[in-house]
Nanobody, 117 residues
Framework: QVQLVESGGDLVQPGGSLRLSCAAS????????MGWYRQGPGKQREQVAT???????NYADSVKGRFTISRDNAKNTVYLQMNSLKPEDTAVYYC???????????WGQGTQVTVSS
């Protein structure tokens, strides 16, 4: 049973920082590409950042230079460090796990990030 549990979402002021965590269970974590997605009010879900089995990273242009994705295979956890937050970063942030070969994807329930003064 695959389970992804996000945490760390909060209300933060513009320019502030936040770190999201996603704890995974039910998978061999090290074999999966992990990612963070977000869905803002009235918007489609978009990819924010991904990290491969080998820790190669990819970022959306809108967050490049501000967000950092990382993983700790010993803890079965992926993180998203968010700095210099902007109001447009307000969204529900979802953790995702994708098996590169089996073409399967699992989703967490999401955690709310609100950037507002």
């Amino acid at each position: 049973q695959v389970q992804l549990v996000e945490s760390g979402g909060d209300l933060v002021q513009p320019g502030g920082s936040l770190r999201l965590s996603c704890a995974a269970s039910g998978i061999i974590f090290s074999m999966y590409e992990m990612g963070w997605y977000r869905q803002g009010p009235g918007k489609q879900r978009e990819q924010v950042a991904t990290i491969t089995r080998g820790s190669a990273t990819n970022y959306a242009d809108s967050v490049k230079g501000r967000f950092t994705i990382s993983r700790d295979n010993a803890k079965n956890t992926v993180y998203l460090q968010m700095n210099s937050l902007k109001p447009e970063d307000t969204a529900v942030y979802y953790c995702s796990a994708r098996h590169p070969i089996m073409v399967t994807r699992s989703w967490g329930q999401g955690t709310q990030v609100t950037v507002s003064s």
